[in-house]
């Protein structure tokens, strides 16, 4: 019986959908906290691909139990799209998923309002991947949201609705010249949503304790990253949610003094990505760049767009470990790597001539962080068919063990390709 959350280290996409896939094969349990479907977690078995954006990737091997939790904001299109998409490739989720009726519900004027926040912003727009999510959040921190379990009585919904949409609609009309939303149609819409939806609303929380108190093994698949964390990210370049541990725990309902067992599985690409606009101090504009995202296929899997492309940042990992708690870490995508003569690790920035060795607090700083890096020697060898970590080249061992000697924390996983077999594991998680 043990608790492991998966949380991304930097600016996401650090490949956290293959590791929680890996890992699924010994987990009875797989949840998803937060974020909704601005995730894009990608899973490759036997050259099949799956990109999950609400359920939890875990959910690929039978018989798992898969939770939505409480923390989420779903679109409910979207999910049924992904239920039916798993139907339609033999995989049957229906009798073993499980959404939070806390869960807050994204609508049409959520995805609206995304766009219309991102114009107004004009040359300091955040990027956003234009599902919704921003507003969604907002709304429920303003109180306005609609949460999945009011899908449950259709008069209360059609209330709720209509208080909502008036607002909304006075919004878009008044203050953004926009034309207001039909109530009749997405009231429809969200009823008929509900009819499918409604077999799987449940009391996750209570679920997911339960199980734990049963022995089960519970995977938490953090979304995004800790840069991207409302509170601890790069801030306003961040997300709405808590991608860190302490909001997969919120956004679960588990209390952290009701585990006793928590393994915080760091996931961290070899090199760092960032989607969207915002500080990347480690980024690369020239070639090597390029090299990355083409040999990598750093592109978003939500919204296809190219991702920017740097060293690895070996400052926000730390910074990350902190945050977060890191109990082991798996590094992913070393193959890319592969082929570079001399590879880099960013150790510290140098911030106004100083050296500094943590991420700076204070925003005003994050343009002047110039990294300073460590320097090693690369390998020419695809590592991607090796089946053993003491059969990667030396030199491939090498950057592994700088990073766990640099960390203090092991790497309990080295992740050379895409596919669920691409995975060494050099300590085991559960
Ligand atoms: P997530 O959002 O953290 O789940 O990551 P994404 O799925 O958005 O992006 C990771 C990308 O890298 C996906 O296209 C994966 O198929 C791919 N990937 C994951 N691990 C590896 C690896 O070790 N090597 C290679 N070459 N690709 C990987
Ligand atoms: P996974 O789970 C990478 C980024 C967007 C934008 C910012 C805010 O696949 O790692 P939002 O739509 O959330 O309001 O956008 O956050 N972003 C991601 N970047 N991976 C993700 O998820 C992301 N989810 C949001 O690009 O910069
Ligand atoms: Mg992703």
Not at 105 to 113: F, G, N, S
Not at 355 to 378: A, R
Not at 416 to 426: F, P
Request: aromatic share 10%; charged share 25%.
């Amino acid at each position: 019986m043990a608790v492991s959350i998966v949380v991304g280290t930097h600016w996401g996409d650090e490949g956290k959908g293959k590791i929680v896939d890996y890992l699924g094969e010994n987990a009875q349990v797989v949840a998803r906290a937060q974020g909704g479907n601005n995730a894009g977690h990608t899973v490759i078995v036997e050259g099949e691909k799956y990109v999950f954006h609400l359920l939890p990737s875990g959910v690929l091997h039978p018989g798992k139990v898969g939770i939505l939790g409480d923390g989420m904001v779903v679109d409910p299109s979207s999910l049924l799209g992904e239920i039916d998409f798993l139907r339609q490739k033999g995989k049957d989720v229906s009798e073993r998923l499980f959404l939070s009726s806390k869960a807050h519900l994204v609508l049409p004027y959520h995805r609206i309002l995304d766009g219309i926040y991102e114009n107004i912003r004009g040359g300091r727009k955040l990027g956003t991947t234009g599902k919704g999510i921003g507003p969604a959040y907002e709304d429920k921190v303003s109180r306005w949201g609609i949460r999945v379990g009011d899908l449950e009585d259709e008069k209360l919904f059609a209330q709720k609705l209509r208080v909502t949409l008036d607002y909304k609609n006075l919004l878009l009309e008044r203050a953004f010249n926009q034309p207001p939303l039909p109530y009749d149609k997405i009231l429809e819409d969200y009823l008929g949503y509900a009819s499918l939806l409604r077999p799987y609303i449940a009391d996750t929380s209570k679920m997911i304790y339960q199980f734990y108190r049963e022995g089960k093994n519970i995977l938490i698949e953090g979304a995004q990253g800790t840069m991207l964390d409302l509170d601890h990210g790069t801030y306003p370049f961040v997300t709405s949610s808590y991608p860190v541990v302490a909001g997969s725990l919120l956004g679960v309902g588990l209390g952290l003094g009701s585990i006793s067992n928590l393994e915080v599985l760091g996931v961290c690409k070899a090199y760092t990505t960032r989607v969207g606009e915002g500080p990347f101090p480690t980024e690369l504009q020239e070639e090597m760049g390029d090299y990355l995202r083409d040999k990598g296929g750093e592109y978003g899997a939500t919204t296809g767009r190219p991702r920017r492309c740097g060293w690895l940042d070996g400052v926000i990992l730390r910074y990350a470990a902190r945050i977060n708690g890191i109990t082991s870490l798996a590094l992913t995508k070393l193959d890319v790597l592969g082929g570079i003569d001399s590879l880099k690790v960013c150790r510290a920035y140098l911030v106004e001539g100083e050296e500094v060795d943590d991420f700076p607090v204070s925003s005003h700083l994050w343009d002047k962080c110039e990294p300073v890096y460590e320097e090693m020697e690369g390998w020419e060898e695809d590592i991607s068919s090796v089946s053993s970590y003491y059969d990667l080249p030396s030199s491939a061992q090498r950057f592994v063990e700088f990073i766990e000697d640099f960390m203090q924390i092991p790497i309990a996983i080295v992740s050379v390709g895409k596919e669920r077999r691409n995975t060494l594991v050099r300590k085991e998680i559960f």
